[in-house]
């Protein structure tokens, strides 16, 4: 009964890994959707958001079962309990690839993105995509030296959104108020996206060596940073 | 034994329903400050969120010792469930209004709110009040009535969100980019605020009848509306 409780335990870790590669893909794709105005890519995120909506619950009621029928001791408990919050945090990084792919498909045939900003949303797009595949180790393998790049990798994240904010209020940029909408958006989608990932990690820390961290900080506004 | 495990369970609900009041007073706070352009408000209600945080930290850890000593059955460990979820949306929402005073302090003296605009920002804020209003009162005396008038509320939110831009896509308007970035900011952290309320009452909704609603649906977009 025991080898088998830590089994679906070990099940459970194997679907929050594959969570964070299918909210990373998601998230990938979703970027170049919004480089390349691809239609039929941001459709293809849209769609396959109700995959991770599935996992999502899937995972959810097996911890549950797990929890009410085992009846674990404090430490494997406190596992489950965070496996929960992790889930939740992953259900929402797959919503925020699917809110940029929205925007990509409201603008379509043109692209949200206009030209000077290409390479900060790129940037964006891939730190999104790092932060997400080392949340996937961190849960996985417990890395914490990836706990650590991941922090930093979401400083780089934060400073990519002051850029774009900056780049916004360039007096000599004029691309409408209709483009200022969608990047403020766009940058508030990749920066909470970097917010769950790090949330994530950290509570994968937090199970190992028992240093709570404060959630993120509130998101940097504007003229803040 | 068994009196105190549902006197502590009474006492994570109370902590709920205070922790709503507490949110629905910065949001309420917030927006005044917002209109207003008032620092000292906008100030009271940053300092204020971490009374929020530890109220947070406290019924999580609260619940989780619940559950690890008295190993509920499974009905009461749904409970115990939800109520970690309830708490992390609450949190949140307290966040949420935590951003918007720090849109208030960031255009101190200035107001970030246009006129054309003070009316459907100071009605989005009504709405996230009688939101979470009714949130606290399904939590704390699972009516069921509230909860759908609830619901009608945030579609009351998402109309004021859709004006919203409008109002700021209207070509007869050009208050500028940075007004549009901050309206554009404030109007997700409301609509956002909105959400979590309905995902509250949702949980609560659920282990009364047992019928799951999904997530509230991904937040509609300027020109999707």
Redesign the interface.
Known sequence: MRDQYHEELDAITASLVEMTNLVGSAMSRATTALLDADLALAESVIAADETV?ALYRDVEERA?LL??RQ?P??GD??IL?TS??MV?DL?RMG?LA??VA??AR?RYPATAVPPAMRSTILEMGQAAQRIVAKAGSVIASKDLQKAKELEADDDVMDRLHRQL?AM??DPA?DGG??C???I??AG?YYERFGDHAVSVARRVVYLVTGERH??PA??V????G
């Open positions: 909506d549950f929890m009410a009846q001791v404090a408990l406190r309990v929960l919050r939740a259900e919503d699917l809110h929205k925007i409201m904010f916004l209020l940029w108020i209709e200022a909408i969608d403020t958006l508030r404060e959630p509130p998101a506004l504007v003229s803040e």
